[in-house]
Nanobody, 122 residues
Framework: VQLQASGGGSVQAGDSLTLSCKGG?????????IGWFRQAPGKAREVISC????????DGAGSVSGRFKISRDSFENTVSLQMTSLKPEDTARYYC???????????????WGLGTQVTVSS
């Protein structure tokens, strides 16, 4: 698996959670734009955000604006998603994904890992 997401869990509405993404062995993590999308059972994939190799961010058109923030640590080679004011409708499996290059073009992710589950109860 080239991308490994972690940090999911079960929380209460209003809580915060931070997801982390790391590259697997042999994956040149720092060279790629990395982002997050989520998918709940029976629902369409929702792109959350993307961060380029130069740390420029591009947000999806979804419903998390202002509550979720993507960041990148070039030293640790990780990308994080800070989620605040979580709502039950944020319940989904969250996937860390990579673009085909350094930029977040069209938010068209090319590869992703197994994801991490986030469950928000009311």
């Amino acid at each position: 698996v080239q991308l490994q997401a972690s940090g999911g869990g079960s929380v209460q509405a209003g809580d915060s959670l931070t997801l982390s993404c790391k590259g697997g062995s042999g994956f040149s993590f720092s060279q790629y734009a990395i982002g997050w999308f989520r998918q709940a059972p029976g629902k369409a994939r929702e792109v959350i955000s993307c961060i380029s190799s130069s740390h420029r961010t591009t947000d999806g058109a979804g419903s998390v604006s202002g509550r979720f923030k993507i960041s990148r640590d070039s030293f640790e080679n990780t990308v994080s998603l800070q989620m605040t004011s979580l709502k039950p409708e944020d319940t989904a499996r969250y996937y860390c994904a990579a673009m085909s290059g350094s930029y977040c073009l069209d938010l068209d992710f090319q590869t992703w890992g197994l994801g991490t589950q986030v469950t928000v109860s009311s």
